[in-house]
């Protein structure tokens, strides 16, 4: 099946900072999503990016499928950023489930 | 956004005993819903996906009989964890999807089960 592989596991960020989360994939996808789980585990869907790039306040994302990664960027870091975000994706090989990479665990500290 | 509810939040059961969790969409028709599995610090894993009124499919090593899944409508699934031990203790997480192949995946707030 298809892997998903996401750097760096953990960051520790002081406020105000920026950052680059990345996501690599084995194969060709038909949706990817990038997630915030916050401290009491929702998950909270940040982009739908199976490809291009979005924006969405401090927050954007670039996937390049041909070249199978997508990248989260983070600004002006806060401490509520805090969390695991998580990228997802579904194989554009017929499959029909979303798998998940292993996290990027992130501490905003003060 | 899409909202997706389960419920309950939590449940603390004996061992032995069986438990229902409950995921519905609430402003959406899910065609497709999905449950997965959280263990502290690690990413989720798939258990099985759900297509309404049909069989659910199960993910390798899944046991079908101890995780019991019913899409009985296009809002609501259920997930029964049958004669609960204590490692099946986790965070069961639903999401749903509405038509379409490549819609976007919406996810509940999560279950925590801790069976004793």
């Known amino acids: 099946g298809i892997q998903v592989e996401q750097s760096p596991p953990d960051l520790i960020l002081q406020e105000g900072a920026n950052s680059t989360l990345r996501c690599n994939f084995s194969?060709?996808?038909?949706?990817l999503q990038w997630f915030h789980q916050n401290p009491w585990g929702q998950l909270i869907n940040l982009f739908y990016?199976?490809?291009g790039t979005k924006q969405n306040g401090r927050l954007s994302a670039t996937t390049v499928a041909t070249e199978r990664y997508s990248l989260l960027y983070i600004s002006s870091s806060q401490t509520t950023d805090s969390g695991v975000y998580f990228c997802?994706?579904?194989?554009?090989?017929?499959?029909?489930?979303?798998?998940f990479g292993a996290g990027t665990r992130l501490a905003v500290h003060p | 956004g899409a909202v997706v509810s389960q419920h309950p939040s939590w449940v603390i059961c004996k061992s032995g005993t069986s438990v229902k969790i409950e995921c519905r969409s609430l402003?959406?028709?899910?065609?497709?819903m999905f449950w997965y599995r959280q263990f502290p610090k690690q990413s989720l894993m798939l258990m099985a996906t759900?297509?309404?009124?049909?069989?659910?499919?199960?993910e390798q090593g899944v046991e079908k009989d101890k995780f019991l899944i019913n899409h009985a409508s296009l809002t609501l699934s259920t997930l029964t964890v049958t004669s609960a031990h204590p490692e099946d203790s986790s965070f069961y997480i639903c999401?749903?999807?509405?038509?379409?192949?490549?819609?976007?995946?919406?996810f509940g707030p999560g279950t925590r089960l801790l069976v004793l």
């Open positions: 402003d959406f028709q899910a065609t497709t």
């Open positions: 990016i199976p490809s």
């Open positions: 997802a994706v579904q194989g554009a090989g017929g499959y029909n489930k979303l798998i």
């Open positions: 759900s297509n309404e009124g049909s069989k659910a499919t199960y």
């Open positions: 999401s749903a999807r509405g038509w379409g192949n490549q819609e976007t995946q919406y």
């Open positions: 194969d060709s996808v038909n949706n």
